[in-house]
């Protein structure tokens, strides 16, 4: 079985990133600037800004990250990303996610100028990847794009199963395999029978937020599983697949901790330099 190492694949791209940077630097004399929002004190939120942000630094971008308590009034954050928008320093914008309840997720999203949503959450770029057009591509399914090539670099016609239809994650990563020849089934909470759908996976991508439901005899040994599940449980971070199961089973896997999460960050900094040549042209 192939331990997808998601922790060495990220450092490689933070490298390929970091030379991406110095070359922009000599030829523009400017670097990309990646902008964050922090609202509120969720110790979670504060500890994905900070690796936000030391990742950012470490490869040559400019980084900012701007906090709000709580309490601060949705109008205060539009105006703020209103101003960012115009900001010629900023290559990309992003909202920390989750929100207070008094401020609309969505209205936040749609304020962020398309060319600078580095998450990839504006319904412009959601469409723009649907159609097959160029536009951020949100940050964990790009990841998991990118371990899925490692293990196996042709794709085409090969059966990919989305276990989870979010916004977030199995919509995008839904188009992702398609533009890759894949013949996809997203499957969701009504699905009726998802051990018999992942058993024709060649490629899996489990996003559902529930610990390890994937189990060994729902795969098959030439199968790729990707696990994009964190879930806090009694024996510790644990994700959407049953490791010790799995692993016995299938052609490779991600282990949970140090496979989707490490990519997620590697693949924000490199949107942000994606949004910062896009400006340039
Ligand atoms: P989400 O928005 O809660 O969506 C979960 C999806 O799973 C929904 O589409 C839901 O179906 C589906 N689902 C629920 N129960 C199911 C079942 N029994 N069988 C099949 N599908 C089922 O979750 P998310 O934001 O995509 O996150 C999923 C997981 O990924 C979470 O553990 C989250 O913490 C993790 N995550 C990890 C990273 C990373 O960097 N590694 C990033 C983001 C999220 P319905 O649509 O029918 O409700």
Known sequence: MILIDGKKVAA??????????????????KVPGLTVILIGDLTPSQIYVRNKEKSANEVGLKSEVIKY?????????????????????????LVQLPLPKHIDKQKVIETIIPSKDVDGFHPMN??????????????????????????????NGKKAVIVGRSNLNGKPMTQ???????????????????????LEADIIVAAVGIPELVKGDWVRKDTIVIDVGINKTDKGI???????????????????????????????????????????I
């Open 12 to 29: 490689e791209l933070r490298e390929e990133l970091k030379h991406e940077v110095t070359g922009l630097k000599a030829k523009y004399n």
């Open 69 to 93: 308590p709580d309490s601060v009034e949705e109008k205060t954050v539009l105006e703020k990303i209103e101003e960012l928008n115009k900001d010629e320093t900023v290559s990309g914008i």
């Open 126 to 155: 959601v469409g723009n990847l649907s159609s097959g057009y160029e536009s951020s591509v949100p940050c964990t399914p790009l990841g998991c794009y990118l371990l899925i090539k490692k293990v196996e670099p042709n794709l």
């Open 176 to 198: 992702l395999l398609l533009k890759e020849n894949c013949t996809v089934t997203i499957t969701h909470s009504k699905t009726k029978d998802l051990k018999a759908e992942c």
């Open 238 to 280: 644990v994700g959407d697949v049953d490791f010790d199961e799995v692993s016995k089973k299938a052609k490779a896997l991600t282990p949970v901790p140090g496979g989707v999460g490490p990519m997620t960050i590697a693949c924000l900094l490199k949107n942000t330099i994606e949004c910062f040549k896009r400006s340039q």
